[in-house]
């Protein structure tokens, strides 16, 4: 039994080697050092509901920033990738099961980068990730009949690069 494990081992052994060797990295990786105060989102509630909303339904438009100020007058995250998940499924009026999975990416229009989310009232996880910058991970809630604004501030820096 000791004498075939060490054949295939040295079979093994003799087959991998005219693979490529691994590529190697010159230079090493860097990472950018973090720009201005951690990513968060600042709620700012509607005081008087949205007219145009069905009864069950809410909106929430969503406004992105860098976190320094600094930093946020002179440019803006771009492309920003959200993901707008319910953190549970609802039964419609037709008793299937729903959950509200919404996917998108936001481009400065008019020079600000905005993305509005509706759906059922209730909880909701939002994901933010932007080309060199700190993803960005919170729950929010969307009131019934309300449309009320998200602040998005994402945290510049934290990209690694490898050369």
């Known amino acids: 039994m000791y004498r075939i494990v060490v054949v295939l081992t040295l079979i093994s052994g003799i087959a991998c080697r005219h693979k490529a060797p691994p590529p190697v990295v010159f230079g090493g990786c860097t990472t950018s050092p973090l720009i201005g105060p951690v990513g968060h989102v600042v709620l700012v509630l509607a005081a008087t509901p949205d007219s145009l909303l069905a009864d069950s339904q809410g909106r929430l438009v969503s406004i992105a920033r860098w976190s320094s100020d600094s930093l946020a007058s002179e440019s803006q995250p771009e492309p920003l990738r959200f993901r707008f998940t319910a953190t549970r499924p609802r039964m419609n009026s037709a008793g299937y099961m729903t959950l509200v999975d919404t996917i998108g990416v936001a481009t400065p229009d008019s020079g600000i980068v905005r993305f509005t989310l509706a759906g059922p009232a209730g909880s909701y ?35 690694t690069v490898c050369a």
């Open 125 to 159: 996880e939002l994901s933010v990730r932007v080309f060199a910058g700190m993803g960005l991970d919170t729950t929010l809630s969307i009131r019934r009949g309300f449309a009320d604004t998200a602040r998005v501030l994402v945290q510049a820096g934290g990209l």
